[in-house]
């Protein structure tokens, strides 16, 4: 076992390992944070949103180190997968469980005695039987990183008991460092995780909440089945996940999806451990792209190619929002999240949250807490604000739109609801036949709820309508050209915007409020809205491979990938994700040099798969005529075929610098593009540290942008970018501000 030097964690040696277990050759400026804080035997609480690469944070220091990682993680089919992956790029991982055989959990007992392994999964219930903890208290463990630590906290959206035992950790393993990770975490959420843990001067890294690759969309739910179709439809490129309240409704919709020939599953806790297990596998395994699920399904999937969620009904808490409209677009490429609402959603949770205290005996205060939780869900959703500013917001964070029209990818900013002509008339028939049905009565009103009133409104003689005489009233048939679902959607509206009241209840039911009878009089107007027609999923983020591919070779290559995945029994994404083939099918790399390229290709992974993939791409090529190794790409990253490669082409750059010649002339004559060529001429700046940049920064723009940062005291890009109003490039800045304070700097 190596003893830690500092220079252990220097950035030549993170993109060292990063290139070669990992393949790409940096990490972002945050997840760069949480690994010196742990390299440094510091605490810290890592707030990241999924796909935000918080995995990362954990598994890259024990590679520095040289020390053992102990992950806690809530979910056996999780921790196999995360194991896998690790595995299959020839990182010394392992996890515990009670479904091991006994020579399994030797080899892992022998593999921490030896020192050879990085990683440990566990789960918190594993961890504290019998003598355990004290066994790894002396194996050399010298960090412990808590995933999904939210569970920890009453106040977030997944409270686990079991969780709470961490804590003792503290006591039984003193020496230890604690990282504390989680993708959902409001401030007093974040507070409640530190204060458990008892993290010791933590280092706090809060990534940004906003998914800026998902489109939000909250669609009032008018035809549940024939809506998911169409999302579904609109993805079938990809997976797709559809969340439903209860088991009950997972199987109806799934029954209704496959009687429209789409190929779908339901999954709940209901069903036998087999079938949960079978689902499972056929859509990791890309043998199945539509679940239809209860919220536990997704906690142990890391399918990184999922390009839609939906709620089917409206889910119980902004957290649960976020975490589960987080399986989408992992990857980092475009996704779409689809929420249908329906105001008896919030009545329905309601409900579930209050017969769950009295079966669990919860305490009062988390009880009206959970309330809280949902009450906040509905403004968000009812609201009329841009989604990504408002769930950015949520989270305590502040929300720049990347253009004066919104974030272009939300119901909201994308404009997709209308008003519905006539809403002021059509609103004072619905608040009249409440009116009618209930006696005509204010004082002691008969009390129906939104499906009769509905019914009677659109001229229905049912036997329950003609029972009561309701066929005779003034409103009955007044709004018979309208659908049923439909009419039950603008009831919806009118209690959301409190013109009418619904009692709370087993049936709850409908009532006139003071504002109804505005309406009703003619001294207040009404807006009723209508979705227009989904235009698909707005294509406003950059993904990581961004630029054209061949969709036809991309198809085979994800055969390739599935072909793979069965073989080495490990779920299709392992391979290689979306953004990588997509990459292949841009770069077409046809030897293995040029495959080593390709952003996401490591050195186990090129040496494993590489044969199969350039063979592919290579006859895929001839058949259609088609150039490969387009190694020089416009927007491509440098060749990273091996760090001496890259050590190669940063010598010729400055060899360049040293002339005086322009990024855009060493652009031209590596083949390379010119953002690509800034960051050389920074890192050159850096070691170099030329007394005089006017070569490639005019005195004018150079005195512009040193004025600005030290106007704002800022030493990141943004700020600056953001006061020169964007007239001044990022590069520019980075190599100036790079030239003044003697080192590169970051954009965040």
Not at 533 to 562: M, N
């Amino acid at each position: 076992m190596q003893d830690f030097k500092p220079n252990d964690a220097s950035p030549e040696r993170i993109r060292e390992i990063l290139l070669k277990y990992w393949g790409f050759e940096a990490v972002r400026p945050l997840q760069n944070q949480a690994v010196l804080a742990t390299v440094a035997g510091r605490d810290s609480l890592v707030v990241m949103p999924t796909g935000g690469g918080k995995s990362l944070c954990y598994q890259l220091p024990p590679l520095l180190t040289g020390r053992t990682t102990l992950v806690i993680s809530p979910l056996i089919a999780l921790m196999k997968d995360q194991v896998d992956a690790l595995r299959l790029i020839g990182y010394p991982a392992a996890a515990l469980n009670s479904s091991q055989t006994p020579d399994e959990v030797r080899g892992i007992w022998d593999a921490l005695r030896e020192g050879s392994l990085r990683l440990l999964f566990i789960s918190p219930e594993r961890l504290f039987q019998g003598s355990l903890v004290e066994l790894l208290g002396e194996m050399g463990i010298t960090h412990v990183a808590v995933d999904e630590a939210h569970c920890i906290s009453q106040w977030g959206h997944d409270f686990r008991p079991e969780y709470r035992r961490l804590s003792e950790l503290r006591v039984r393993m003193p020496g230890v460092s604690f990282q504390a990770l989680t993708a959902t975490a409001t401030p007093r959420v974040r507070e409640d995780i530190a204060q458990q843990l008892r993290l010791r001067d933590p280092v706090t890294i809060v990534g940004t909440f906003d998914r800026p690759n998902l489109t939000y969309r909250v669609h009032q739910r008018t035809d549940l089945v024939e809506q998911v179709v169409g999302a579904t439809q609109r993805h079938k490129e990809g997976a797709t996940i559809v969340y439903c309240i209860s088991r009950k409704d997972t199987e109806n919709l799934a029954d209704e999806l496959r009687r429209r020939k789409i190929k779908a599953a339901a999954y709940h806790a209901g069903l036998g451990a087999g079938v949960r297990q079978r689902v499972q596998e056929h859509f990791k395994q890309e043998r199945l792209d539509v679940v239809v699920a209860t919220v536990a399904f997704g906690m142990g999937i890391d399918r990184s190619n999922v390009r839609c969620v939906v709620h089917a009904a409206m889910p119980k808490s902004v957290e649960a929002y976020q975490q589960e409209t987080g399986r989408a677009g992992r990857d980092g490429l475009p996704a779409e999240c689809l929420l249908l609402y329906s105001a008896a959603d919030a009545m329905k949770w309601s409900r579930i949250i209050e017969l769950s205290a009295r079966e669990h005996e919860t305490e009062p205060a988390q009880v009206t807490h959970q309330l809280q939780m949902l009450e906040e869900l509905r403004r968000l959703v009812t609201g009329s604000r841009c989604r990504h500013r408002a769930l950015s917001e949520y989270f305590g964070q502040e929300y720049v739109a990347p253009s004066t029209e919104g974030c272009g990818a939300c119901d909201v900013c994308l404009r997709e609801s209308r008003e519905v002509a006539d809403s002021t008339v059509i609103a004072q028939k619905i608040l009249s036949c409440v009116f009618r049905v209930s006696g005509g009565d204010p004082e002691r009103p008969l009390s129906f709820g939104a499906k009769h009133i509905a019914t009677v409104l659109r001229g229905r003689a049912t036997a329950d309508v003609m029972r009561r005489g309701h066929h005779e009233l003034s409103t009955f048939g007044l709004l018979a050209d309208i659908p049923m679902d439909t009419l039950g959607n603008y009831i919806d509206q009118l209690v959301d915007t409190g013109l009418l009241g619904r009692e709370h209840g087993q049936y709850p039911t409908l009532y006139l409020t003071s504002s109804s009878w505005e309406v009703l009089r003619g001294k207040r107007s009404v807006e009723l809205r209508t979705t227009r027609a989904e235009t698909g999923v707005a294509p406003r983020a950059e993904s990581e491979a961004a630029g054209p591919f061949d969709a036809g070779l991309f198809e085979r290559l994800r055969e390739v990938r599935r072909e793979l995945a069965g073989r080495f029994e490990v779920p299709a994404y392992i391979i290689f994700g979306d953004a990588a083939l997509q990459e292949m099918a841009r770069v077409r790399p046809v030897n293995l040099e040029a495959f080593r390229t390709v952003k996401g290709v490591g050195e186990r992974k090129a040496a494993d798969f590489g044969d199969r993939f350039t063979a592919e791409i290579a006859e895929y090529c001839r058949t259609n005529g088609l150039s490969t190794n387009n190694s020089s790409v416009p927007g491509r990253r440098a060749s990273k075929a091996s760090a001496a490669g890259r050590g190669s082409l940063r010598a010729r750059s400055f060899e360049m610098f040293d002339q005086g010649r322009s990024v855009e002339d060493v652009a031209s004559q590596m083949g390379l593009s010119p953002a690509t060529i800034a960051g050389h001429l920074a890192r050159y700046i850096e070691e170099r540290k030329p007394a005089d940049i006017s070569a490639w920064i005019d005195p004018a723009t150079y005195e512009l942008i040193t004025s600005a940062a030290r106007k704002l005291n800022a030493d990141r890009l943004k700020p600056v970018f953001d006061h020169l109003a964007g007239l001044v490039p990022y590069d520019k800045i980075r190599i100036t501000l790079t030239h003044v304070m003697g080192s590169r700097v970051g954009e965040d």
